[in-house]
């Protein structure tokens, strides 16, 4: 048998990996199955057309240089990805006409007028 063996990572960094190691286990093996664990305190939103379109509406925003979120903190515009976002949203609202509840359409109109308008806005001081 030509068995490869590969290296084993120790994490001595904490308790975990204490545990990990007693078990046989990597710390890679135990990252993976800390991060597949759901975060207990904040609730997940139900998956629909409304929350698809404010997701892709918050990441043109990021996109645009916004702080969205408390704490979070803004970074520095970049255009051309919020462009491309604008226009996933500019075909969804087309591709989509008179398919969706009012709701939702009064949701993708907004947020492509705000998203238009602060992206005339960057654009313009970009070019100052």
Not at 17 to 30: F, L, P, R
Not at 94 to 114: P, V
């Amino acid at each position: 048998m030509d068995e490869e063996k590969g290296f084993t990572i120790r994490d001595r960094r904490g308790v975990e990996s204490e545990s990990a190691e007693k078990t046989g286990e990597t710390a890679a093996q135990t990252h993976a199955e800390s991060a597949a664990e759901p975060v207990p305190s904040q609730p997940v939103p139900p998956i629909n057309f409304v929350t698809f379109i404010y997701s892709l509406a918050m990441s043109a925003l990021m996109s645009l240089g916004e702080q969205v979120g408390e704490g979070a903190a803004g970074r520095a515009p970049n255009l051309a990805q919020a462009q491309e976002i604008i226009d996933i949203l500019t075909m969804l609202e087309s591709k989509t006409k008179s398919n969706l509840t009012a709701e939702e359409e009064t949701l993708l109109q907004e947020m492509l007028y705000t998203l238009r308008i602060k992206f005339v806005e960057r654009a313009k001081a970009r070019k100052s």
